[in-house]
């Protein structure tokens, strides 16, 4: 299974080399914006293995960060750990 995680662009490398820093819930790192090159600083992308492979609405990354911070407390609970 794939996963690609939604994170909003904080800074576009000025540089033209298609990078940039995407914060993940406050995790940032860098990231390839060579495929979504209509991307800019504040847009939402999803984000697999360090490539930005699409844009997305701000309210669906909100919903998708929202499931997977409850990833935990759902395992957790499933599992009698919580």
């Known amino acids: 299974m794939c996963l690609g995680i939604p994170g ?10 298609a990078m940039g820093t995407v ?3 406050g995790v940032r790192r860098s990231v390839c914006l060579a495929y979504t090159p209509e991307a800019r600083p504040g847009d939402y992308v999803v984000v697999h293995v360090g490539f930005a492979i699409s844009t997305v609405d ?3 990354a909100a919903r ?16 009698g750990t919580a």
Do not use: M, S
């Open 8 to 17: 909003r662009i904080v800074e576009i490398q000025p540089d033209g080399r």
């Open 23 to 25: 914060d993940f819930d």
């Open 58 to 60: 701000p309210d669906e």
């Open 64 to 79: 998708t960060l929202a499931v997977i911070r409850a990833i935990p407390d759902a395992l957790a609970a499933e599992l």
